[in-house]
């Protein structure tokens, strides 16, 4: 039977890129036997629950070959990949986008695509699970007991991301990540000897992983049986399946024209005739059908029919635990943090935002068992720290704060796995400057939907004499162009905790937190409240004429500056910005009533690229920010050198 399945998924891949003539047909035909062997000898996963939480999880990291994952799909089931739906891939409006999209197509455990981010995401997973088994999990209730599984390919492993991911994995000793190596010695511009010669299995050894290698891609028990192997090592693992990229097609296979491209008729004709498949296009055999009911969808359904007893019994004989489940369960917080849970400020307080998120962050932490996170080797400088644990590690599963190391990039997409896991609220730091590394990640966070806090400290040429490569510049309206992330720069500490308040109370959409290395103080009217409104009144002078916008540290900067033109006769309204997201949310009449249109004489300070202002002061005002690269020496003298005293604030105001 397994034959005949194989070849179903191979030309129903082949079926559907051709009719949208457009996609990837080689992996989809030389991959198919491992999926195969994945799907029908050990995931437990069904279309009557595709997101019950204890499913095995399943990462394409070799996004290109959607049509792989689709197919599977369909015929174990999934409504999403109905024949009409595998009919219209790559068509508008379709559940069967060109790469498989998280929320888009149920049944679709990660949106892939990026090169290197799939498996890298599948760390995340990983590391979810552990921790929710060790947190939750009592003898005789395995609540949380499921696998990762990958497909990857030779350009998931060239991505550097990967590596990164890969050796946290191995350190981490995340047993329960199993990878599939689809080793066809083919890339995209040919062969792969043209760009990577190295011993990929002997590297995954180093880093600390179990391998094996299938050399005959197309034995499906041989596959079977070295997952089975894999399971009992201890560590992480990567199984090197050797395939022929676009198998059965006579003159493509095995070439880098089987890659991206659809086969076509003349070359399909040919595959169906070499693998003895006889069906017409999207014709598929009852038999095939029964195959994937009997050995994915039936054992899934008994899988996870078994798992929702377990866990009513385990509410009865846990009842507190329980409660949490439940709530976790529902897709929400076992704590709801609420405004109440931070300590009030008083004005003239003075403190650096990133101590002040670090004091947030340990008010959220004490409150909420399923929130943790950390740095890329950063924590003391970020404050990143969850105060009175220790590391995570093999050892001690159950620390929430996490040493991913000088890994920035795979951070990003770590957390993306743990969010997409389910059951937890995560964060993790970085320089402001290193958002860059970070921000493929960030990216994917967004497209996903995925509430993950991305805190970012030195914020600004403050950080003085490390100069221009450690002071960020452009990375403010480079994260605000991202669509779906709220980019918040606190004005104070005030400021700080409705940024975290709102970072963990969010369903959808991750958070960008950008935090000085300097102390800022906290101004009278700043209002943890109006946070959430992007942009308000924090100072104002009756019959003002004249309006100053500012985020972060530059507020206190605007708030002295408006006092010395009202002394000087010029009446100031100080706006505080910080985040542009949420105040472009908010509806014309909030918007008119902070930048009434009839005010003109608009001034915004920011010690960042200027572009991201014109959009509120207008032809009519100015933007005092910072359009080159920064400088090395003490903060101050940079501070003052790029025009960011109250001197020249005053200055420009009188200029226009």
């Given at each position: 039977m397994s034959n005949?399945?194989?070849?179903?998924?191979?030309?129903?891949?082949?079926?559907?890129?051709?009719?949208?003539?457009?996609?990837?047909?080689?992996?989809?035909?030389?991959?198919?036997?491992?999926?195969?062997?994945?799907?029908?000898?050990?995931?437990?996963?069904t279309p009557e629950a595709p997101n019950w939480l204890n499913?095995?999880?399943?990462?394409?990291?070799?996004?290109h070959g959607s049509m792989l994952l689709y197919a599977l799909l369909h015929l174990t089931g999934y409504e999403d990949t109905s024949m009409e739906e595998l009919k219209a891939f790559r068509q508008w409006g379709s559940k069967?986008?060109?790469?498989?999209?998280?929320?888009?197509?149920?049944?679709?455990?990660?949106?892939?695509?990026?090169?290197?981010?799939?498996?890298?995401?599948?760390?995340?997973?990983?590391?979810?699970?552990?921790?929710?088994?060790?947190?939750?999990?009592?003898?005789?209730?395995?609540?949380?007991?499921h696998y990762t599984y990958a497909i990857a390919g030779d350009g998931d492993f060239m991505e550097g991301v990967s590596a990164e991911a890969a050796s946290f994995a191995?350190?981490?000793?995340?047993?329960?990540?199993?990878?599939?190596?689809?080793?066809?010695?083919?890339?995209?511009?040919?062969?792969?000897?043209?760009?990577?010669?190295?011993?990929?299995?002997?590297?995954?050894?180093?880093?600390?992983?179990?391998?094996?290698?299938?050399?005959?891609?197309?034995?499906?028990e041989a596959i079977n049986i070295a997952i089975e192997a894999a399971k009992t090592s201890g560590k992480p693992s990567l199984i090197e399946v050797k395939t022929v990229i676009g198998h059965g097609a006579p003159t493509k296979g095995g070439t880098n024209a089987a890659h991206g491209a659809p086969l076509g008729a003349e070359e399909t004709a040919a595959a169906r005739e070499a693998l003895g498949w006889t069906y017409e296009p999207f014709d598929i055999p009852s038999s095939v059908y029964a195959d994937f009911k009997a050995n994915v969808a039936d054992r899934g359904a008994a899988a996870h029919e078994a798992w929702t007893q377990l866990v009513a019994d385990y509410q009865a004989a846990y009842p507190a635990e329980g409660a949490e489940l439940a709530a976790i369960l529902a897709g929400k917080d076992p704590v709801a943090i609420t405004p109440a849970d931070f300590p009030a400020l008083e004005a003239g307080f003075s403190q650096a935002t990133r101590n002040s998120s670090q004091d947030a962050l340990n008010v959220i932490a004490s409150k909420l068992p399923t929130f943790l996170g950390g740095s890329a080797d950063l924590a003391h400088s970020n404050m990143t720290y969850i105060k009175g644990e220790g590391l995570q590690d093999a050892d001690h599963v159950l620390n929430r704060n996490i040493q991913f190391g000088v890994r920035e990039f795979a951070m990003g997409a770590i957390l993306n796995g743990m969010a997409l896991h389910g059951g937890l609220r995560v964060y993790g730091g970085t320089f402001f400057v290193f958002s860059?590394?970070?921000?493929?990640?960030?990216?994917?966070?967004?497209?996903?939907?995925?509430?993950v806090t991305y805190v970012f400290t030195h914020d600004s040429i403050a950080v003085g004499e490390d100069g221009p490569?450690?002071?960020?510049?452009?990375?403010?309206?480079?994260?605000?162009?991202?669509?779906?992330?709220?980019?918040?720069?606190?004005?104070?500490?005030?400021?700080?905790?409705?940024?975290?308040?709102?970072?963990?109370?969010?369903?959808?959409?991750?958070?960008a937190l950008v935090l000085t290395r300097q102390n800022l103080t906290v101004e009278e009217g700043t209002d943890f409240d109006k946070v959430a409104k992007g942009a308000y009144v924090v100072y104002e002078a009756a019959g003002f004429d004249t309006i100053l916008l500012a985020s972060g540290s530059e507020v206190n900067l605007a708030v002295k500056a408006a006092k010395e033109l009202e002394a000087a006769g010029t009446k100031v309204r100080v706006v505080s910005v910080p985040s542009m997201e949420l105040f472009d949310a908010q509806?014309?009449?909030?918007?008119?009533?902070?930048?009434?249109?009839?005010?003109?004489?608009?001034?915004?300070?920011?010690?960042?690229?200027?572009?991201?202002?014109?959009?509120?002061?207008?032809?009519?005002?100015?933007?005092?920010?910072?359009?080159k690269f920064g400088a090395s020496a003490p903060a101050q003298t940079v501070i003052d050198n790029y025009g960011f005293t109250?001197?020249?604030?005053?200055?420009?105001?009188?200029?226009?």
């Open positions: 005949v399945s194989v070849n179903a998924i191979r030309f129903l891949g082949v079926d559907a890129i051709n009719k949208a003539n457009s996609g990837h047909p080689g992996v989809v035909m030389g991959a198919a036997p491992m999926a195969y062997a994945l799907f029908t000898k050990q995931m437990h996963i499913r095995d999880r399943f990462v394409l990291s070799a996004g069967t986008p060109g790469h498989p999209e998280f929320g888009h197509t149920a049944g679709v455990d990660a949106t892939s695509g990026p090169l290197g981010q799939g498996i890298s995401t599948a760390v995340g997973f990983a590391l979810a699970e552990r921790f929710l088994a060790a947190k939750y999990n009592k003898e005789g209730f395995p609540i949380f007991d191995g350190h981490q000793k995340l047993d329960k990540l199993i990878v599939l190596y689809d080793s066809n010695n083919i890339c995209l511009d040919g062969e792969l000897d043209d760009a990577m010669t190295e011993n990929v299995r002997a590297r995954y050894e180093a880093y600390g992983w179990y391998t094996a290698l299938v050399e005959d891609g197309t034995d499906v860059d590394y970070v921000k493929a990640a960030v990216r994917l966070s967004a497209l996903q939907g995925l509430p490569t450690h002071e960020p510049i452009e990375q403010l309206p480079g994260l605000r162009a991202l669509p779906n992330l709220n980019v918040i720069r606190p004005a104070d500490a005030r400021e700080t905790q409705a940024a975290w308040h709102l970072a963990v109370n969010s369903s959808s959409t991750p958070t509806d014309a009449v909030y918007k008119e009533e902070i930048l009434p249109n009839a005010v003109r004489r608009r001034v915004a300070i920011e010690m960042a690229a200027s572009l991201s202002w014109y959009k509120y002061v207008g032809l009519d005002g100015k933007v005092i920010g910072i359009d109250v001197e020249n604030v005053v200055a420009v105001v009188n200029s226009l």
